[in-house]
């Protein structure tokens, strides 16, 4: 397909159990490393292009559903007893640190 000028490319299998197990890509940030309360060990993807004048920045891990639920429900205008409510009854996950110490 190349020689006939068709745009195509040759898929590795196991082009991304190498690149996490690489060492190499984690130091330049391919791959990024958290310890996540909720899963442990975590490894996702990184940054995959590098922009000299605005580089990336990887801040944290990804966002676990339920973490900022108080958060949203106050925006909302939920007084602090109703946020509680909504969570007790199972309509609201809280997974935020306070919410997993509470059902401890």
Known sequence: ???AGVPCEICDPDY???LFADADAGRGQLVASFTHRGVGRL???GL???LSDTPGVIKGPPVWPGQDS???LTELGYTPDEAGQLIESGAVEDTSE???????
């Open 70 to 72: 108080r958060a949203i």
């Open 1 to 3: 397909m190349d020689a």
């Open 98 to 104: 306070a919410g997993l110490t509470a059902r401890s």
């Open 48 to 50: 995959y292009f590098d």
């Open 16 to 18: 991304v159990r190498r």
């Open 43 to 45: 490894k996702m993807a």
